[in-house]
T-cell receptor, first 117, second 115 residues
Framework: GAVVSQHPSRVICKSGTSVKIECRSL??????MFWYRQFPKQSLMLMAT?????????EQGVEKDKFLINHASLTLSTLTVTSAHPEDSSFYIC?????????????FGPGTRLTVL | AQSVSQHNHHVILSEAASLELGCNYS??????LFWYVQYPGQHLQLLLK??????LVKGIKGFEAEFIKSKFSFNLRKPSVQWSDTAEYFC?????????????FGAGTRLAVHP
């Protein structure tokens, strides 16, 4: 089946540094990838939609300059949290929608837990 | 605006009890509906999905859900739960509209099954 991986699974960084999270579709091509943020005991909040070869579309309230998204190929999207602060600590999850399908199923990655000290 | 409402935030059951988790959505147009499960420490996995056709859909691990269009509902059911069903369950809506074509998640229901 369709598998999405994320790297790293956990990252701890100092305040003010930048962190890059990778999302890969391992056995399919994804024209669209999504980045979510999940706070403890809460639902997934969509941050942005990433389309291969074009600029990401950010949800209201999400800072574009803080959360940089790049979708350079059909199998890779990256999220860079720039100048991270403790309030950015969260669980970040990506998902991918398979190219060429007529339905709208998304496959989710295992998530990346970011802790900013 | 489109939204998904999961009525039960926390459900506690004993093994072999029957399960029904409520999910209602607000959107008048065509929809795809999903139930995802997140086991402790694991990523979201698809339990089942509704695109069209038979409103009673069967998923993995003995789960099923019924799409009732008139009630805007997509409740998840399992006749007999197991301890291994302990997880968080998310209902999600994909509304077909000219604007917002993205998954909308409910707040989730945390299920604890006691042996």
């Amino acid at each position: 089946g369709a598998v999405v991986s994320q790297h790293p699974s956990r990252v701890i960084c100092k305040s003010g540094t930048s962190v890059k999270i990778e999302c890969r579709s391992l056995d399919f091509q994804a024209t669209t990838m999504f980045w979510y943020r999940q706070f403890p005991k809460q639902s997934l909040m969509l941050m942005a939609t990433s389309n291969e070869g074009s600029k990401a579309t950010y949800e209201q309230g999400v800072e574009k300059d803080k959360f940089l998204i790049n979708h350079a190929s059909l199998t890779l999207s990256t999220l860079t949290v720039t100048s991270a602060h403790p309030e950015d600590s969260s669980f970040y999850i990506c998902s991918a929608r398979q190219a060429g399908t007529t339905y709208n199923e998304q496959f989710f990655g295992p998530g990346t837990r970011l802790t900013v000290l | 605006a489109q939204s998904v409402s999961q009525h039960n935030h926390h459900v506690i059951l004993s093994e072999a009890a029957s399960l029904e988790l409520g999910c209602n959505y607000s959107y008048g147009g065509t929809v795809n509906l999903f139930w995802y499960v997140q086991y402790p420490g694991q990523h979201l996995q698809l339990l089942l999905k509704y695109f069209s056709g038979d409103p009673l859909v069967k998923g993995i691990k003995g789960f099923e859900a019924e799409f009732i269009k008139s009630k805007f509902s997509f409740n998840l059911r399992k006749p007999s739960v197991q301890w291994s069903d302990t997880a968080e369950y998310f209902c999600a809506l994909f509304p077909f509209s000219g604007g917002y074509n993205k998954l909308i998640f409910g707040a989730g229901t945390r299920l604890a099954v006691h042996p």
